[in-house]
């Protein structure tokens, strides 16, 4: 498969570059910028210096001309883009036969409405909104395989849709009642990008973006419920943890949530469900999930951890599996160190 990365100078382009340039059934042609990114003309691993000697492949500017000359080419293409960039693109390369695995929220709402509110812009697209699959690895594997647009979800919709799925999919979940994700993320998850809130000495664990965060609609559009979504930064560099609280329908017993995760899960090359509550360092720079619960039948409640690398699993490591799924092979993902191998 020939395939091009947009967004090869950001935090997600590189992750998936790391992953891409190992793929046996990959030929990675293009690695791109935007127009006037001052990253262009520099190879990959002068500024990313983690691949030197394994990637040291030019970057090149994204250009309507560039895409006129080379869609013909490709297979598929990852955006790792601002999700405005990706919404005003994704569709053009369906159009010409390319598989596209876009990293951004720009086709993760199905209701275009949303993105007004949610995302800043109008999105005009409802056709790809409509065909687009929500690309949740583990439960949307069929559709992915079929799909030519895959939405990868968000770093935080992945750690708390792996919670929430398997109570939610066999309704243990006690109907109309809100659930409560509390998520924490470091600060890779904002990007690259400089800016005052991410510089080193202001960021401290604070909640952030309460009740109006973007994710907040696409985890409750996923898990078909009611929920809130309470956002956290905290002073670190990789790694998401989802701590999400869900009262349970009645009746409702701790085996039956044991066996829905056990169903879920058990067969799971990437979801881990260990027997304590997961940790961050556990599963930094992994593609892995760890999910951890506990019920308290009295209270008729079960709390659920996830924790992710925010950029493997909760976007680049995502993404190849999804690439997978529509390639038809499996995601094999073998820690070495320095790097993971797809
Ligand atoms: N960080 C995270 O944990 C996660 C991020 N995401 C999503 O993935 C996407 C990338 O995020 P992240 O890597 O963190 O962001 P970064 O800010 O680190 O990188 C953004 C990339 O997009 C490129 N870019 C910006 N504008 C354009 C444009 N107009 N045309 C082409 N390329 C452009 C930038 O290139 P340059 O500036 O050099 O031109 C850069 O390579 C975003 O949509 C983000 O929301 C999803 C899940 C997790
Ligand atoms: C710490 C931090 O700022 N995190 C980002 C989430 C990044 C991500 O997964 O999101 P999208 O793909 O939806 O942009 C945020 O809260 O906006």
Redesign the pocket.
């Known amino acids: 498969m020939k395939v091009a990365v947009?967004?090869?100078?950001?935090?997600?382009?590189?992750e998936l570059i790391g992953l891409l340039i190992q793929h046996p059934k990959v030929e990675l042609t293009h690695l791109?910028?935007?127009?006037?990114?001052?990253?262009?003309g520099l190879h990959f691993s002068e500024l990313h210096a983690r691949w030197l000697g394994i990637c040291d492949v030019p970057?090149q500017s994204?250009s309507q001309a560039w895409f006129e000359q080379s869609v013909d080419q490709l297979d598929a293409v990852f955006?790792?883009?601002?999700?405005?960039?990706?919404a005003q693109?994704g569709a053009s390369f369906v159009a010409k036969g390319v598989k596209v695995f876009d990293?951004?929220?720009?086709f993760r709402l199905k209701d275009a409405t949303q993105y007004p509110t949610f995302y800043g812009f109008s999105h005009g697209d409802g056709k790809a909104l409509a065909s687009a699959v929500y690309g949740l690895a583990e439960w949307n594997a069929q559709q992915i395989a079929d799909a030519n647009l895959v939405a990868?979800?968000?770093?935080y919709p992945?750690a708390s849709l792996t919670a929430l799925k398997p109570l939610v999919s066999n309704n243990l979940h006690l109907p109309g009642a809100v659930i409560s994700v509390n998520g924490i993320?470091g600060v890779?998850?904002?990007?690259?990008?400089a800016s005052l809130a991410t510089s080193f000495n202001e960021v401290s664990l604070s909640p952030y973006n309460i009740l109006v965060h973007r994710h907040q609609p696409e985890i409750s559009q996923e898990a078909s419920t009611q929920v809130i979504f309470n956002p956290h930064l905290a002073p670190y560099k990789r790694g998401?943890m989802a701590t999400v609280t869900v009262p349970l329908a009645e009746g409702v017993t701790a085996a039956q949530v044991d066996d829905a995760f056990n169903q879920a899960y058990c067969d799971s090359a990437i979801v881990r469900m260990p027997k304590a509550w997961p940790k961050i360092d556990n599963v930094a720079f992994s593609p892995f999930a760890d999910v951890h619960w506990q019920t308290d039948e009295k209270l008729g409640v079960t709390v659920i951890s996830c924790a992710i690398d925010?950029?493997l699993k909760?976007?680049a490591s995502q993404a190849v599996q999804c690439f997978n799924l529509v390639i038809g092979e499996d995601s094999h993902f073998t820690l070495l160190p320095g790097g993971q191998h797809v």
């Open positions: 947009i967004g090869a100078s950001g935090y997600v382009g590189a791109l910028v935007s127009e006037n990114s001052d990253s262009c970057l994204f955006f790792a883009t601002p999700h405005e960039f990706s693109w990293l951004s929220g720009a990868v979800p968000g770093c992945t993320s890779s998850g904002a990007g690259r990008k998401l925010n950029l909760g976007a």
